[in-house]
């Protein structure tokens, strides 16, 4: 199979998008392979995540892919896609639709993409316990009566300084002093494993307060298992617990990442994220799929 591709990054958060209108005839086991073989960095192109879109009406639906899994939701992949589309049509207001339905709209302001990313979602959907229609969950709760330190010595971690959010994605968010100190990997495993908690998994990440409208956030990704440069659907976990946590008021929060910034905008109950996305490369690339 021949593919035209386009390569782009948020923050470093990177993505392979494949248009299905320049790719007719993908078909569903094509995807799952294809997400597979292309985000190998080593013997493919390379990306943390593989992007299927396709112009359809007045919107562009799109899905994200790791490994023939499905992500519920990518914030940075939608401002991707729509710099793709922005490129392609130079339209600056664009509708995106993620193919479980979620409708956003994209706006292109300066050099920057503004996402409406909607409210916080009920945590039940990715827990095994019951929670109701809680928006936001205390890690004491949820880990009572594990105690992490009896698994995860001196690695910094206090269940009491810990979020559980559904920002149409899993994630788990802890306070700590300094970022850079915290073992992410071995601390996201260690959570995203605990299957009578998370039956799915989840992403985790170490927040650290900068000022009062600015947090330092590092992500574990779920499905790719590893730190990712940036994580949109973090940032707005991580801004929200933060105006939580140290009590903030601002009402736009700067979330600086190893690949950039990002801005989580609060408007009472809705969010925003915005951020940069950049055209990397454009190829064509064969790939075996027999």
Not at 74 to 97: D, F, M, P, S
Not at 277 to 282: L, Q, Y
Request: charged share 25%; hydrophobic share 40%.
């Amino acid at each position: 199979m021949k593919l035209q591709f386009t390569k782009l990054q948020g923050c470093g958060n990177d993505f392979i998008l494949i248009d299905e209108d320049l790719n007719p005839g993908i078909k569903e086991e094509n995807r799952k392979k294809l997400s597979k073989i292309l985000r190998d960095r080593h013997f493919s192109i390379g990306a943390d995540s593989v992007l299927f879109t396709q112009a359809k009406d007045k919107n562009i639906v799109f899905r994200t892919m790791e490994d023939g899994i499905d992500l519920d939701m990518c914030g940075t992949g939608v401002r991707c896609v729509a710099h793709y589309y922005h490129e392609k049509t130079a339209k600056k207001i664009l509708n995106i639709v993620t193919i479980n339905g979620t409708k956003m709209e994209v706006t292109l302001e300066g050099n920057l993409y503004k996402a409406g990313m909607g409210r916080l979602h009920p945590v039940q959907k990715y827990l095994a316990l019951q929670t109701r229609d809680k928006l936001v969950i205390r890690a004491d709760e949820l880990f009572h009566p594990v105690n992490p330190e009896s698994f995860l010595p001196d690695a910094g971690i206090d269940l009491h300084k810990g979020y559980f959010l559904n920002t149409d994605e899993a994630h788990l968010v802890f306070f700590v002093d300094d970022v850079e100190r915290i073992d992410l990997v071995r601390v996201g495993k260690f959570f995203a494993f605990q299957k009578d908690v998370f039956p799915d998994t989840t992403n985790v990440s170490a927040g650290q307060l900068v000022d009062e409208s600015s947090i330092r956030l590092r992500t574990y990704e779920r499905a790719s298992f590893h730190e990712t440069l940036a994580c949109g659907t973090g940032s707005l976990a991580a801004a929200w617990a933060a105006r939580q946590e140290f009590n903030l008021t601002a009402d736009r929060i700067r979330v600086i990442s190893k690949g950039g910034e990002q801005f989580v905008l609060f408007d009472n109950d809705d969010l925003f994220l915005t951020g940069p996305a950049k055209t990397v490369f454009n190829g064509v690339i064969e790939i075996p799929l027999d």
